[in-house]
């Protein structure tokens, strides 16, 4: 589908490459991009000076004819007259545009420009697609399928649905993330979506709805159509909507939706994990602080027991063991030596002197 830049950044690359080569050799050179739009330049040696540039876009609609007129006058708008539309073209694309090489500017600015221009063309081709549907909608007064959902597909993975309803149009996008945080923060975007739209401020815009359930206007649709993990997301179009230049704004703004809530997501997610790892740069060096700390008071404990050990170390072997055999030594002598009782020696003497004055 489209995306936020309406210039095909591949195709604008292999254009330049072109013109910045010195000679133009043959090439036949086919890609798709977004999924829908498939793309085809080629040059030929027998006419080098031209660049055949075809461009289709797969879109897939049920419930409404699909329109395959081309907007011409848009077109010719858009383009000077270095750029010729090939009637008819090429056999399985939508419009064959003929690009006359040697009429491109030789200020490598202006050639930008104008090759920027170029590869804008399906930008106008889904946009085109997508205001004819609109334009046809709202001209319908008595249509029986009128309240039938219209399903359109841009990109396999991503269709949304019309539903044309008496004042309006709805448009409804369901949702579907493959990561469970991404459903989270989408789901909080269109929260806050509905919220802004309901406000006073934005009472110009579509009003935007979020339902986790498939609404009413899709009953009737495939499971799988309606399986989704984001919701569902719908905005009402109004015939105001589309009077005059906001029609291309909302044409462009609804297929740009996609697109939108991916890049929402994306930096979103960006957000988180730079704050995440602020975080833990800041908790880590509140630990290395801790730790530090720690190592301080430690060191200023450390001297005393280094002299400690320093006194230790200072003394020998010998002189260890031999105040270990001392100590027990002494311990030994204690244990081994007489018990002396004081007063026992003036005991004996006057004993003895008693004994002595007793006659016989």
């Known amino acids: 589908m489209a995306c936020f830049q309406r210039a095909s950044s591949t195709l604008k690359e292999i254009l330049l490459n072109l013109l910045s080569a010195k000679r133009l050799r043959e090439i036949d050179h086919q890609f798709y991009e977004f999924g829908s739009v498939q793309y085809r330049v080629q040059v030929f040696s027998s006419d080098p000076d031209y660049v055949l540039l075809s461009i289709t876009t797969s879109l897939q609609s049920q419930g409404l004819p699909q329109a395959n007129s081309i907007p011409y006058h848009a077109l010719q708008g858009l383009y000077s007259n270095m750029v010729e539309v090939v009637q008819p073209p090429k056999e399985g694309y939508q419009l064959t545009l003929k690009i006359d090489i040697t009429k491109m500017p030789q200020r490598k600015e202006d050639r930008i420009r104008v090759v920027t221009e170029i590869c804008s063309v399906q930008a106008v081709l889904l946009s085109s697609q997508l205001k004819e549907m609109l334009w046809h909608l709202f001209s319908l007064d008595n249509f029986r399928m009128m309240f039938k959902p219209i399903k359109l597909v841009y990109h396999p993975r991503e269709p949304f649905y019309v539903v044309r309803q008496p004042d309006k149009i709805t448009v409804i996008f369901p949702m579907r993330f493959q990561d469970n945080s991404d459903v989270v923060i989408a789901t909080t975007l269109f929260q806050e979506l509905r919220y802004v739209g309901s406000s006073g401020s934005c ?23 309606l399986s989704t993990n984001g919701g569902f997301v719908s905005f009402d179009i109004f015939s105001h909507h589309i009077e005059n230049s906001k029609l291309d704004k909302t044409v462009w ?54 002299r400690c050990l320093r006194k230790m170390k200072s003394f020998s072997k010998s002189i260890i063991l031999k105040r270990r055999c001392g100590f027990f030594a002494r311990n030994i002598k204690i244990v081994h030596s007489q018990i002396k009782a004081h007063g026992l020696d003036r005991l004996r003497r006057r004993w003895t002197r008693v004994t002595r004055s007793i006659p016989n």
């Open 203 to 225: 009472t110009k815009a579509p009003p935007c709805s979020w339902s986790p359930i498939p609404p009413v206007e899709l009953r009737g649709e495939s499971f799988e159509d």
């Open 253 to 306: 703004n609804l297929l740009n939706f996609y697109a939108f809530v991916k890049c929402h997501v994306k930096c979103t997610r960006g957000l988180i994990q730079r704050r995440m790892r602020k975080r833990m740069e800041i908790l880590s060096e509140v630990l290395q602080k801790t730790g530090i700390a720690r190592n301080e008071l430690a060191d200023r404990k450390a001297p005393r027991n280094n």
